[in-house]
């Protein structure tokens, strides 16, 4: 069974920093490609980074460049996503995605990150 596992969402002050997790089992983490993806409350979805199953950062959104980053440990089976500098147009939920170069994909649940004073 397939599973991903966002963590390390919450409320934080405008100007602090988060690092989200997203865990995977049942996949062979290596041979996917991991985008982390966020939605605000009445928006789209979007993507807002993307990393190569080698570790190759593949997108970041123009609007969170300089701000935001991610990286992976293969080890872990774990992707992460720093968030640095967070404003509150950053609330959303951030959900990870895990995409097969053959196009199969999985969700996480997504976790939800709240930007305010």
């Known amino acids: 069974q397939v599973q991903l596992v966002e963590s390390g969402g919450g409320l934080v002050q405008p100007g602090g920093s988060l690092r989200l997790s997203c865990a995977a089992s049942g996949i062979i983490f290596r041979d996917y490609n991991m985008d982390w993806y966020r939605q605000a409350q009445g928006k789209q979805r979007e993507l807002v980074t993307s990393?190569?199953?080698?570790?190759?950062?593949?997108y970041v959104a123009s609007s969170e460049k300089g701000r935001f980053t991610t990286s992976r440990d293969n080890a872990k089976n774990t992707v992460y996503l720093q968030m640095n500098s967070l404003k509150p147009e950053d609330t959303a939920v951030y959900s990870c995605?895990?995409?097969?170069?053959?196009?199969?994909?999985?969700w996480g649940q997504g976790t939800q990150v709240t930007v305010s004073v």
């Open positions: 990393i190569g199953s080698g570790g190759n950062i593949n």
């Open positions: 995605k895990a995409r097969h170069r053959l196009g199969h994909a999985y």
